[in-house]
């Protein structure tokens, strides 16, 4: 098992930017990729970011070049870096983790509210 903490959220102005931090209960050497999920009100919750254990990336096709995920190792820590943020960014983002071998579990953290004004 691991529990998942997110930090970073907030109430920022349309343009500004934002780093989301989701520390993990555990080495993430162990978890098989993590990533970033939102949800915006009335809206389903959709993938933002992904980053596997060998640290190749993948991004929803409308926040390339805006978003940005990394990883420490060492803190157990992924990071979304978020830019030029939009009012349509506004939502609680989730951290996910996934783990396993033969059979695969997933978690979540509680999540943070992100908030972009105009």
């Known amino acids: 098992q691991v529990q998942l903490v997110e930090s970073g959220g907030g109430l920022v102005q349309a343009g500004g930017s934002l780093r989301l931090s989701c520390t993990a209960s555990?080495?993430?050497?162990?978890?098989?990729?993590m990533a970033w999920y939102r949800q915006a009100p009335g809206k389903q919750r959709e993938l933002v970011a992904h980053?596997?254990?060998?640290?190749?990336?993948n991004y929803a096709d409308s926040l390339k070049g805006r978003f940005t995920i990394s990883r420490d190792n060492a803190k157990n820590t992924v990071y979304l870096q978020m830019n030029s943020l939009k009012p349509e960014d506004t939502a609680v983002y989730y951290c996910?983790?996934?783990?396993?071998?033969?059979?695969?579990?997933?978690?979540w953290g509680q999540g943070t509210q992100v908030t972009v004004s105009s």
């Open positions: 555990r080495s993430i050497f162990s978890i098989n990729a």
């Open positions: 996910n983790a996934v783990m396993g071998v033969m059979s695969l579990s997933e978690y």
């Open positions: 980053i596997t254990n060998s640290g190749s990336t």
